[in-house]
């Protein structure tokens, strides 16, 4: 027999619609909703799936977008919340966490169960192996807030070698590396450095696993009054030269900036930061710290590029 998934290209962490006078068009918003941001693919897979892991990487492959999404039901929805397992792959490898295709996969899943079970969801969690529970959370139809740990960093004490080579920066342009669980964060002087970054990624392949073991994340203060710091993403070692927009990468530099800028809470609300990935396509995000519960709330845009596509996967045995 054969088994069918449901396949979706979603975009996250897209332009805000809004203009300057706080209007939107259908034009505006269309434009945005293509353009910028990072695309993903979700594929929901049946309850009984035979489709094993080498059968996702391929799929992956194929694709060739900058993650590919698997998740799976795990029981029905219980107090307006829904589980699901979920697995992320670039094209040539399986990742621990992803923030923007985590962020596609809850536009797929709540679509899917608003569309087609009728059901209205407000709170879905993703089940990881690596990472345990992961909530997400909806404001409306299309604004969602992933629930990500905190990851924490420690300083370099020294520059690391292929860096400043893969990245075409010199090493008077850095003000401190550090690392966290995957990536090398580089803090650079500005964003006018940060924006000239030329990238070599075959002097980046070179550096030590032992300094990052995912990508490499560059950041500076902003200098776009409506943001708090940029960044860029490189990660050649999976697959990835630049990756328009990382969630995933902001779980550590939240707690980097928030040691830097030290913004205070207000309203007994938590310290909120605006956050720029200024890659070619852009992403937009809105980072919560919550210190106490050792988490950052990442809030980002979504839009559909392509829905509930049915794909074959594997043949199951039938007896």
């Known amino acids: 027999m054969e088994e069918n998934g ?20 259908e034009y505006v918003s269309r434009i945005n909703e293509i353009s910028t941001g990072n695309a993903a693919c979700v594929v929901i897979l049946p309850i009984h799936s035979t489709m094993d892991t080498q059968q996702m990487q391929v799929l992956a492959n194929v694709i060739n ?5 698997f998740v799976q039901e795990l029981q029905a929805s219980i107090s307006n919340q829904i589980n699901y397992s979920i ?30 079970m009728n059901s209205s969801v407000n709170t879905i969690t993703f089940h990881s192996s690596n990472k345990g529970n992961l909530n997400v959370t909806c404001d409306n139809s299309t604004y969602f807030w992933l629930h990500f740990p905190i990851l924490s960093f420690s300083p370099l004490d020294s520059i690391p070698d292929h860096l ?39 002097e980046l392949l070179f550096i030590s696993d032992s300094v990052t073991s995912r990508g490499i994340i560059v950041t500076a203060v902003s200098s776009e009054t409506e943001f708090d710091f940029v960044s860029r993403f490189f990660a050649p070692k999976v697959g990835i030269l630049e990756d328009p927009v990382t969630g995933s990468a902001h779980c ?39 210190e106490s519960n050792n988490a950052v709330q990442i809030g980002g845009q979504t839009a559909v590029i392509f829905s509930n596509a049915s794909i074959p996967l594997a043949k199951q045995e039938t007896i």
């Not at 977008?65 to 999404?69: D, N």
């Not at 550590?252 to 396509?281: D, F």
Request: proline fraction near 3%.
């Open 6 to 25: 449901i396949l979706s290209i979603i975009n996250a962490f897209v332009k805000p619609t809004f203009n300057a006078d706080n209007s939107s068009t």
């Open 65 to 69: 977008l900058s993650e590919t999404t």
């Open 87 to 116: 697995r992320w792959f670039t094209p040539t490898n399986e990742v621990d966490l992803c923030g923007h295709a985590t962020l596609a996969a809850a536009r797929s899943v709540m679509d899917f169960h608003r569309i087609e």
């Open 164 to 202: 400043c080579t893969g990245l075409s920066i010199d090493s008077s342009d850095i003000i401190r590396c550090l690392t966290s669980e995957f990536d090398l964060i580089v803090h650079v002087k500005s964003q006018l450095i940060l924006e000239s970054i030329q990238l070599n990624s075959d």
């Open 252 to 290: 550590v530099l939240v707690p980097y900036w928030h040691s830097i800028l030290k913004k205070v809470s207000l309203n007994s609300s938590l310290p909120e930061y605006h956050a720029h990935q200024i890659s070619k396509r852009g992403g937009w995000l809105n980072i919560k710290l919550d």
